[in-house]
């Protein structure tokens, strides 16, 4: 680590790694996902259409600090909401070091059945959801690469901020998950977690954790819930 950043040499072998091991437990498919890791002159991001399972170090794409692409595979588009997030939860409880995107399918079918207006994808089952991965709101839907959908997440990582409760993770309406942690190994821990809370959601929809519960959790382990 470089300060507060991965060392570039390091993110992309962890995001290659990361990659692959996504790919291989079926937590992406064919060209969907991506990764991205902030550097301290810059980010680094997966190609567009590129196979997670199948990613090389050298031909990560490369972008300067303000989002210009200096050096390897054309970037995805999703850089654009990307820098959204870094930006938006830099100044929070829960900054950004690495993202994960995917459309992990148990994530994706508990979108499909979401009712209009519903702010949060998940219900606080089980405490590691609380401790782990915390509230995810649900964003609308926007086409793939929308600028909307870039804004509704920036707010939706202020309002969570200012609430006193910051968010790690938000779902993309029909879409898949962004996930964010200090690192590619702790974005990828906190999607594992978020995605098994959802295939348990829908095996198995129960009553939620009481407040009484999940403020012991606040008290006994800092969930952020």
């Known amino acids: 680590m470089n300060g507060d950043f991965m060392d570039e040499a390091e993110a992309r072998a962890e995001i290659v790694r990361v990659g692959h091991s996504l790919f291989e437990r079926g937590y992406v498919h064919a060209t969907a996902g991506n990764i991205s890791v902030r550097l301290a002159d810059g980010y680094l991001i997966t190609p567009t259409d590129a196979c997670l399972g199948?990613?090389?170090a050298d031909r990560l794409a490369r972008l300067d600090a303000q989002g210009r692409q200096t050096g390897g595979d054309r970037a995805s588009k999703t850089i654009v909401l990307h820098r959204?997030?870094?930006?938006a939860s830099a100044g929070t409880g829960a900054p950004a070091g690495c993202i994960i995107?995917?459309?992990?399918t148990h994530l994706v079918a508990c979108s499909l059945r979401t009712e209009p207006g519903q702010a949060l994808l998940l219900p606080p089952i089980t405490p590691y959801?609380?401790?782990k991965v915390?509230?995810?709101p649900h964003i609308a839907y926007q086409r793939p690469g929308a600028p909307e959908a870039a804004e509704a997440v920036a707010t939706a990582i202020a309002d969570h901020a200012r609430a006193g409760h910051p968010i790690r993770a938000v779902m993309l309406a029909r879409l898949g998950p962004n996930v964010w942690h200090d690192?590619?190994?702790a974005a990828?821990?906190?999607l594992e977690e978020l995605e098994e809370t959802a295939r348990l959601w829908l095996l198995a929809p129960c009553a939620p954790l009481t407040e009484a519960q999940i403020d012991e959790l606040r008290r006994t382990?800092?969930?952020?819930?």
């Open 101 to 104: 995107h995917t459309h992990s």
């Open 221 to 225: 382990f800092n969930a952020n819930w």
């Open 84 to 87: 959204r997030i870094y930006e």
């Open 129 to 131: 959801f609380v401790m």
């Open 54 to 56: 199948t990613l090389q």
């Open 188 to 190: 990828m821990a906190t």
């Open 134 to 136: 915390g509230r995810v």
């Open 183 to 185: 690192t590619p190994a």
